[in-house]
Nanobody, 114 residues
Framework: QVQLRESGGGLVQAGGSLRLSCAAS???????MYWYRQAPGKQRQWLAT???????NYADSVKGRFTISRDNAKDTVYLQMNNLRPEDTAVYYC?????????WGQGIQVTVSS
């Protein structure tokens, strides 16, 4: 089974940037790829989608600040996060969906200090 592993998280000051990566252990060309986040005490929140056709969609809360992209040759999806805010602090997860099968990564912490 394909596994997903996020990287690139950490601590950043408000206004700063981070780029998250989600590396898959298998081919992602036929997978829709997603980024989510979950803050303490809150439900997991969808952030962005990269479709098989490489169309991108975003939640209103991150539109204009976050950019999802994918490199199918590297089986990796990215989330470029700019102008980060303290309220962006959360555990960030990537997810793949292919042929009705969903796979989640283990998550990575992003902390934005004010």
């Amino acid at each position: 089974q394909v596994q997903l592993r996020e990287s690139g998280g950490g601590l950043v000051q408000a206004g700063g940037s981070l780029r998250l990566s989600c590396a898959a252990s298998g081919d992602i060309k036929a997978s829709h790829m997603y980024w989510y986040r979950q803050a303490p005490g809150k439900q997991r929140q969808w952030l962005a989608t990269s479709t098989v056709g490489e169309l991108a969609n975003y939640a209103d809360s991150v539109k204009g600040r976050f950019t999802i992209s994918r490199d199918n040759a590297k089986d990796t999806v990215y989330l470029q996060m700019n102008n980060l805010r303290p309220e962006d602090t959360a555990v960030y997860y990537c997810r793949s969906l292919s042929s009705g099968t969903t796979i989640w990564g283990q998550g990575i912490q992003v902390t934005v200090s004010s």
